[in-house]
């Protein structure tokens, strides 16, 4: 057997034959798969698949997979992560906070522009213990993605309060007011029972969402938190990742943050949408 493996004859070590360079024309198509599964003398190293489709893109102009350029363009598509704002941008846009708060006085919020967007500026009470609002806290939250829930544009730790920036649709009200209109009582936007079930609807998709595939809790449902816009009349969630910053809201079901309190809120929720008060 080692006599197998000796020199040639000529002393010198046997060169390793190069495959002969494949032959095609322009009108015909060029089947790179085909020049794999031949066999090709003195080819030590077979090339992966991704190297194939590379070479196949660079030298034929052709388009990637369908499935990697979805990926691709899925990756691309996704929004920018939360933001850390500094104090005296969130004072600029609210003109030093003193512009007029949309809402309750519990749960009221400034809209204004930050960088570009527009957005419902919410102001709460730190929760004691709670991580800071830095931007690792905020990649967390900023992780998770759902059509049903408002994206988090980013937040503001400042002294005892956190301020958080919600992405608003334009037009859009929060459920309150869409059931209460302050200055006419007697009317609402939600005037059908299909608009009020898809409201319902949306809430449970989002709150599904947050337990189920986030792992989380949402710790403020209520109608406040939920903001409607048209067309279709459809609800995001707000506040999704308060739980980590704020402390909870000042509600009879109120307390720790859980699966279980977030479900007993969404219960007080369709009690109100079917009742209108």
Same mark, same amino acid.
């Given at each position: 057997?080692?006599?197998?493996l000796?020199?040639?004859?000529?002393g010198k070590p046997?060169?390793a034959?190069a495959a002969?360079p494949l032959?095609?024309?322009a009108?015909?198509?060029f089947?790179?798969?085909? =020049? #794999? /599964?031949?066999?090709?003398?003195g080819?030590?190293?077979? &090339?992966?698949?991704?190297?194939v489709?590379?070479l196949?893109? +660079?030298?034929f102009?052709?388009?990637?997979?369908e499935?990697?350029a979805s990926?691709a363009?899925?990756?691309?598509s996704?929004?920018d992560?939360?933001?850390?704002?500094p104090f005296?941008?969130?004072a600029a846009a609210?003109n030093?906070?003193?512009?007029k708060?949309?809402?309750?006085s519990?749960?009221?919020?400034?809209?204004? =522009? #930050? /960088?570009?967007?527009?957005a419902?500026?919410?102001q709460? &009470?730190v929760?004691?213990?709670?991580?800071?609002a830095d931007? +690792?806290?905020?990649a967390?939250?900023g992780?998770?993605?759902?059509?049903?829930?408002?994206?988090?544009?980013g937040?503001c730790?400042?002294g005892a309060h956190?301020?958080?920036a919600?992405?608003?649709?334009?037009?859009?009200?929060?459920l309150a007011?869409?059931?209460?209109a302050s200055?006419c009582?007697g009317f609402?936007a939600?005037c059908t029972?299909a608009?009020?079930?898809?409201?319902?609807?949306?809430?449970?998709q989002?709150l599904?969402?947050?337990h189920?595939h +986030?792992?989380?809790?949402?710790?403020?449902?209520?109608?406040?938190a939920?903001?409607?816009?048209d067309p279709?009349?459809?609800a995001?969630?707000?506040?999704?990742?308060?739980a980590?910053?704020a402390?909870a809201a000042g509600s009879?079901?109120a307390?720790?943050?859980s699966?279980?309190?977030?479900?007993?809120?969404f219960g007080?929720?369709l009690l109100?949408?079917?009742?209108?008060?």
């Amino acid at each position: 057997m080692l006599s197998s493996l000796s020199l040639p004859s000529n002393g010198k070590p046997p060169m390793a034959h190069a495959a002969p360079p494949l032959e095609h024309s322009a009108s015909e198509p060029f089947d790179i798969y085909a =020049s #794999l /599964r031949a066999p090709a003398a003195g080819r030590l190293v077979a &090339p992966s698949i991704s190297h194939v489709l590379c070479l196949q893109r +660079a030298r034929f102009n052709m388009p990637l997979p369908e499935s990697i350029a979805s990926r691709a363009a899925a990756r691309a598509s996704l929004p920018d992560p939360p933001a850390p704002y500094p104090f005296k941008e969130l004072a600029a846009a609210t003109n030093n906070f003193l512009a007029k708060r949309v809402g309750s006085s519990a749960s009221a919020y400034w809209r204004c =522009s #930050l /960088r570009g967007r527009d957005a419902a500026l919410f102001q709460l &009470p730190v929760r004691p213990g709670a991580s800071a609002a830095d931007a +690792a806290a905020l990649a967390r939250v900023g992780r998770y993605h759902h059509a049903r829930l408002a994206r988090l544009l980013g937040a503001c730790p400042a002294g005892a309060h956190v301020y958080l920036a919600y992405e608003l649709p334009p037009g859009a009200a929060t459920l309150a007011a869409c059931l209460r209109a302050s200055r006419c009582p007697g009317f609402t936007a939600l005037c059908t029972w299909a608009s009020r079930v898809q409201v319902a609807a949306d809430v449970a998709q989002g709150l599904e969402y947050i337990h189920h595939h +986030a792992g989380a809790v949402h710790g403020r449902v209520s109608p406040a938190a939920v903001i409607v816009s048209d067309p279709g009349h459809r609800a995001r969630l707000t506040h999704f990742g308060a739980a980590e910053f704020a402390a909870a809201a000042g509600s009879p079901y109120a307390g720790e943050p859980s699966r279980e309190a977030d479900v007993y809120a969404f219960g007080v929720l369709l009690l109100e949408l079917l009742s209108g008060c």
